[in-house]
T-cell receptor
Framework: ELKVEQNPLFLSMQEGKNYTIYCNYS?????LYWYRQDPGKSLESLFV?????AVKQEGRLMASLDTKARLSTLHITAAVHDLSATYFCAVDLPGANSKLTFGKGITLSVRP | DAGITQSPRYKITETGRQVTLMCHQTWSHSYMFWYRQDLGHGLRLIYY???????DKGEVPDGYVVSRSKTENFPLTLESATRSQTSVYFC???????????????FGPGTRLTVT
């Protein structure tokens, strides 16, 4: 059974500082997805990582994938209030019929 | 409207009533999914569909029924609503993988269901 773990589950960040959050998964997969969810809203796709060593960047966020370690990191540069949200990672398995297994999400809160 | 829509956005119903949540997508995506989101549980897959007339159970299917007679619609029915089904329900869709190497899912706006 594929398990996807995110940690920490809650992170209070100070504006202007850098942080890294993690997503571990239990079974070999080459594809990992990051989503963002604002309070009361739906999930919005952030990054799609499709191979070992993949790196994607959007603004202050950079995501990377290490399939050998079964680990994805989401690095936040100079946190700003607008980044306050819950971030989910999800993994799919070959042959899983397009199903994604989601982590429980990490809630980030940026304080002045 | 283009994209993926859900209706109603908010629903209050009583225990024992039948409720249907609607999901409609305009992309002709092959795959469609229903999730529920609860505090402490994250997103849990209820049912999914690989194409019209092909559906399968997810992690928490009990008490729910789905159908998919047309590619664009994927309704979710609670046959006899219970308080434990109070949740936020998200529908999502994904294109068939042969047209893309990604199984990225696109989410609808959600339906907040309260069962009293």
């Amino acid at each position: 059974e594929l398990k996807v773990e995110q940690n920490p589950l809650f992170l209070s960040m100070q504006e202007g500082k850098n942080y890294t959050i993690y997503c571990n998964y239990s079974t070999t997969s080459d594809r990992l997805y990051w989503y963002r969810q604002d309070p009361g809203k739906s999930l919005e796709s952030l990054f799609v990582l499709l191979s070992n060593g993949a790196v994607k960047q959007e603004g202050r966020l950079m995501a990377s994938l290490d399939t050998k370690a079964r680990l994805s990191t989401l690095h936040i540069t100079a946190a700003v209030h607008d980044l306050s949200a819950t971030y989910f990672c999800a993994v799919d398995l070959p042959g899983a019929n397009s199903k994604l297994t989601f982590g429980k999400g990490i809630t980030l809160s940026v304080r002045p | 409207d283009a994209g993926i829509t859900q209706s109603p956005r908010y629903k209050i119903t009583e225990t024992g009533r039948q409720v249907t949540l609607m999901c409609h997508q305009t992309w002709s995506h092959s795959y469609m999914f229903w999730y529920r989101q609860d505090l402490g549980h994250g997103l849990r897959l209820i049912y999914y569909s690989a194409a019209a007339d092909i559906t399968d159970k997810g992690e928490v299917p009990d008490g729910y029924v789905v159908s998919r007679s047309k590619t664009e619609n994927f309704p979710l029915t609670l046959e006899s609503a219970t308080r434990s089904q109070t949740s936020v329900y998200f529908c999502a869709s994904s294109p068939y993988a042969s047209t893309s190497s990604s199984y990225e899912q696109y989410f609808g706006p959600g339906t907040r269901l309260t069962v009293t």
